[in-house]
């Protein structure tokens, strides 16, 4: 047996041991609970009795466990439910019912929802954050809140935060929960579309009355006639429609053609370039987080020079995504003004260009930078990174056109080093799609990962090759880092590594999904057990189709992490 196997069994071990006494406590009982639920004769579980205090973090391991492939059960699922039901009480504040939801079946989810919701307003009272989240976000909404679940929402008088978007919800249904819950503030919600006529069969002062109280108010769709009222008539709103730092949302909404009712709060903005009007971002003193969509067509990228002016007058900025950004010197422009400040960066151009840039002009500008994605259509030069001292989380898309294969794979070897990237020392999550493998870069870096000298912070590491290999060397060498990373990475608990490759070499890289098999089953057995909305996987494409398709711009960590910086 390969000894780094046993090393990740190890190293896993270390991880999900308790530090304290306390935390041994409530790891026995969340082991006694999951045996409960596999346990079939009754004499045999356990009753434990615990003190209020130990509730909640015994609640939030419970509720951080997530059903694998095949374990959704509704006999299992009622013994979890039992144990919640004594779980919460009023000293529960904040319930994520997103994991927890994943063991009820598909088909009874629905109905058990709204089951869960009245026990939530019956036993936790104090409830101030609830949130039900979809276990895969590229999926839509498979069923929409009844009505019995609505009364249980309302029913929760003290909730301040309420998060749904495993299902969805009509507005005039939003509109009385809003009306329902006095001290409701952040709203986020997959609003159904019924035409955007339904949203304006209620006055202005109707409209005021049922939403004034929000400062936060997203529901991913783009409502253009919507928006553009809440802003207007919700100055309060510092979020609305979608985060500024969303990539799953489209580029910018229209602002509304008469300013706020009064100053708006307003941190993250959403615009187009192309429809912005002369002195409407003046509106908007408190931005801090700003999405900007440049134009797709190469004859009218390049906003006019006013336009260009306003969009840099911003004092706050913190938070900086660029979607289709026309060239260097305008990159240029927005990171002499506001790259001192941000902590996030995102920057995207268009499939029908390509924006050269650099790591070290990007560090340069941008000392404090905690994140940083770069996406479709920029191609980057090389840069060592072990002086960018705060930099967290990375997430490059290298390979300007996705669409075309064969293209990608007749670009020139990037000047970018791999190793160098990874040399970062805070460096806590990593992901890459790559089109223009380096199998001696790829080595390296193994080799650096065994010895102990790069990523030992790092937590996720999602590593995808979409350029041909007509060779088992490379099949070889992401096999050997796959196992390294498993073994001597000490704070590891996500990895992927993906080989997309059409059908003449499928049998190497079954043979890879084989090889590194017993790796990944034991990352996703800990997986399973830590708090986390990563799936763990050996990704391995079959057919030229497949291949085709473009890779996600972002993935559920990164999204996690964009939240948590609003």
Request: hydrophobic share 40%; net charge positive.
């Amino acid at each position: 047996m390969d000894q780094r196997l046993q090393l990740t069994k190890i190293r896993l071990q270390n991880l999900r041991r308790p530090q304290t006494l306390f935390e041994t406590a409530v790891e026995v009982f969340v082991r006694i609970v999951e045996s409960a639920v596999h346990e079939e004769d009754e004499a045999k579980k356990e009753t434990v009795y615990l003190p209020d205090h130990a509730l909640q973090m015994i609640l939030d391991r419970l509720m951080s466990k997530k059903s694998m492939n095949g374990e959704e059960n509704y006999d299992k699922f009622e013994i979890r439910l039992s144990y919640f039901i004594n779980l919460i009480n009023p000293f529960t504040r904040e319930i994520d019912l997103s994991n927890f939801m994943t063991f009820c079946p598909d088909l009874l989810k629905a109905q058990q929802i709204s089951r869960v919701l009245h026990m939530i307003a019956t036993f936790a009272t104090k409830i101030t954050s609830l949130t039900f989240k979809k276990k895969d976000i590229w999926f839509p909404s498979s069923f929409f809140l009844s009505q019995n679940a609505i009364e249980g929402i309302c029913r929760m008088t003290t909730l301040q935060k309420l998060e749904i978007n495993e299902c969805s919800i009509q507005f005039s249904t939003l509109k009385h929960v809003c009306e329902s819950l006095p001290n409701l503030n952040h709203v986020d919600v997959n609003m159904a579309n019924n035409g955007e006529e339904e949203y304006y069969s209620f006055s202005d002062a109707d409209f005021q009355r049922s939403f004034s109280r929000l400062k936060v108010f997203i529901f991913r769709k783009n409502y253009c006639r919507f928006t553009q009222r809440c802003i207007r008539l919700l100055p309060s709103l510092e979020i609305v429609s979608n985060s500024a730092n969303d990539l799953l949302s489209l580029g910018g909404y229209l602002l509304p053609p008469e300013p706020p009712l009064a100053p708006s709060a307003l941190r993250h903005l959403c615009v187009d370039v192309a429809k912005i009007q002369p002195g409407q971002l003046t509106w908007f003193p408190n931005v801090t987080h700003l999405k900007i969509q440049f134009e797709e067509n190469q004859s009218r990228s390049t906003p006019s020079h006013a336009t260009l002016e306003d969009l840099l007058r911003f004092k706050k900025i913190k938070s900086l995504f660029l979607l289709s950004c026309p060239a260097a010197d305008i990159l240029d422009r927005f990171l002499k003004q506001y790259g001192g400040h941000l902590h996030s960066l995102c920057v995207h151009s268009s499939v029908r260009r390509c924006l050269n840039y650099s790591f070290r002009n990007i560090f340069k500008a941008c000392p404090n930078l905690e994140t940083l994605m770069v996406l479709l259509g920029v191609q980057m030069a090389d840069a060592k990174l072990d002086f960018f001292a705060k930099l967290k989380h990375l997430q490059w898309f290298d390979g300007y056109d996705y669409y075309e294969t064969r293209q990608a794979a007749q670009m020139q070897p990037r000047s970018v080093r791999l190793s160098n990237i990874l040399s970062a020392p805070l460096l806590q999550n990593f992901e890459m799609v790559d089109f223009r493998n380096n199998l001696e870069e790829l080595k390296l870096v193994s080799s650096l990962i065994a010895e102990k000298k790069i990523l030992n912070n790092l937590s996720t590491f999602r590593y995808i090759s979409r350029r041909d290999s007509s060779h088992d060397a490379f099949s070889v060498a992401l096999s050997e880092l796959t196992k390294n990373a498993s073994a001597f990475l000490p704070k590891l608990i996500r990895l992927e590594t993906s080989l997309n490759a059409p059908g003449p070499f499928l049998s190497q890289h079954h043979a890879l999904a084989h090889n590194i098999g017993p790796f990944v089953t034991l990352l996703k057995i800990h997986e399973s057990q830590v708090t986390t909305p990563w799936i763990v996987d050996c990704n391995i494409e079959e057919g030229a189709t497949r291949i085709q398709s473009p890779p996600r711009l972002t993935s559920p960590i990164f999204s996690s992490i964009l939240r948590e910086k609003m």
